[in-house]
């Protein structure tokens, strides 16, 4: 089973080409990339398609959640697609497909964000797991710098 799923849309209050350089400006996406509250332990960006990312999230509590992803493809400014897991040896570390559509809207940008999911069950851990608020409190993050 793969099923692509909407997981949200989500307008931020910047021109498209700002948007897309903050998705791959190593700079700017460890502003971002994390949930509120979170800082960066760790950022790495080969920026092609076979490349990859890799964001350490520290958590206040110290806690790492490392994360990476392979780029599978880049089409500046509207489309970024990679396939991201967990950067650690966990057992349920299969990769989701992610898919990130940037829509110009007058001067706002919109992120329409899609994951295709290899599994039922890999779909309901990821949505029942808090996946969509975090992914919101990336984008407020964004949104900021962004302005």
């Known amino acids: 089973m793969k099923e692509r799923v909407k997981i949200l849309d989500h307008i931020i209050e910047a021109e498209q080409a700002k948007v897309y350089h903050a998705w791959t400006d190593l700079k700017a996406f460890r502003q971002w990339f994390c949930p509120i509250g979170f800082s960066i332990a760790k950022a790495e960006m080969d920026l092609r398609p076979g490349g990859f990312f890799s964001i350490h999230m520290k958590s206040p509590e110290g806690e790492i959640y490392p994360t990476r992803g392979e780029y599978i493809s880049l089409e500046s400014p509207t ?58 409190m990336f984008f407020e993050n964004l949104n900021n710098i962004s302005k």
């Open 79 to 136: 489309r970024i697609v990679y396939k991201d897991s967990w950067d650690d040896d966990r057992a349920d570390n299969e990769p989701i497909l992610t898919e990130v559509v940037l829509s110009a809207v007058g001067k706002h940008t919109r992120i329409s964000l899609y994951s295709t999911f290899n599994s039922e069950e890999q779909k309901e851990k990821s949505l029942t797991s808090g996946v969509v608020a975090g992914w919101k």
